[in-house]
């Protein structure tokens, strides 16, 4: 696919999930969204696999429309050459899951993040992120210009890791969850 993907509608909502599975031999060079991009969706999954290649950003949400329960990333393979964010680009998201197996973030990924992208990306729920295994460059459970209002959890059982996991505290203190193995 030479253009962005979409889960979820244009105009037109999505009551119940909205799925998206980039397969072994799929490639995205766009932007890929497993909400809608102006249209409401109620959940989105979106699913990897090894050999599916994902070109820019990855979002478990909308671009500019809210997922109002749900967004579900399981990622079991796949080559990411950008960020993959668990909620939306300018959306809402109740709570984020993000399950990492498998796949290959390259030192151009610059990484997963538990929420979304901009401003209006907030996660009002609850971000859980759980790593098994892939090669990743880092992790942030929190969003880069959004909020997340309720709690962030990052489980990490394995994995390749470039830089430290972090845990940014109350105090501005770090604390290191997981040390860089690569």
Same mark, same amino acid.
């Given at each position: 696919? %030479?253009?962005?993907? &979409?889960?979820?509608?244009?105009?037109?909502?999505?009551? #119940?999930?909205?799925?998206? &599975?980039?397969?072994?031999?799929?490639?995205?060079?766009?932007?890929?969204? #497993?909400?809608?991009? !102006?249209?409401?969706?109620? @959940?989105?999954?979106?699913? %990897?696999?090894?050999? #599916?290649?994902?070109?820019?950003?990855?979002?478990?949400?909308?671009?500019?429309?809210?997922?109002?329960?749900?967004?579900?990333?399981?990622?079991?393979?796949?080559?990411?050459?950008?960020?993959?964010?668990?909620?939306?680009?300018?959306?809402?998201?109740?709570?984020?899951?993000?399950?990492?197996?498998? #796949? @290959?973030?390259?030192?151009?990924?610059?990484?997963?993040?538990?929420?979304?992208?901009?401003?209006?990306?907030?996660?009002?729920?609850?971000? !859980?992120?759980?790593? %098994?295994?892939?090669?990743?460059?880092?992790?942030?459970?929190?969003?880069?210009?959004?909020?997340? %209002?309720?709690?962030?959890?990052? @489980?990490?059982?394995?994995?390749?890791?470039? &830089?430290?996991?972090? !845990?940014?505290?109350?105090?501005?203190?770090?604390?290191?969850? &997981?040390?860089?193995?690569?």
């Amino acid at each position: 696919i %030479t253009s962005r993907a &979409y889960g979820g509608g244009r105009l037109a909502p999505v009551t #119940g999930t909205a799925n998206i &599975y980039l397969m072994s031999k799929g490639s995205v060079s766009d932007d890929i969204y #497993g909400g809608g991009r !102006q249209a409401v969706c109620g @959940n989105t999954y979106i699913n %990897t696999v090894d050999g #599916g290649v994902s070109g820019t950003w990855m979002y478990g949400g909308g671009e500019a429309a809210d997922v109002t329960d749900t967004a579900l990333l399981d990622i079991t393979g796949g080559e990411f050459n950008n960020r993959v964010f668990g909620g939306g680009s300018s959306a809402k998201v109740g709570t984020v899951i993000m399950n990492v197996s498998g #796949g @290959n973030f390259n030192s151009k990924s610059r990484g997963i993040h538990g929420a979304g992208a901009n401003g209006a990306s907030d996660v009002t729920e609850l971000v !859980q992120i759980n790593v %098994t295994g892939g090669n990743l460059r880092d992790i942030t459970g929190g969003s880069l210009y959004g909020k997340v %209002t309720g709690d962030i959890e990052i @489980n990490i059982n394995g994995g390749t890791f470039e &830089y430290d996991v972090l !845990q940014w505290l109350a105090n501005d203190d770090v604390k290191v969850l &997981y040390k860089a193995n690569k």
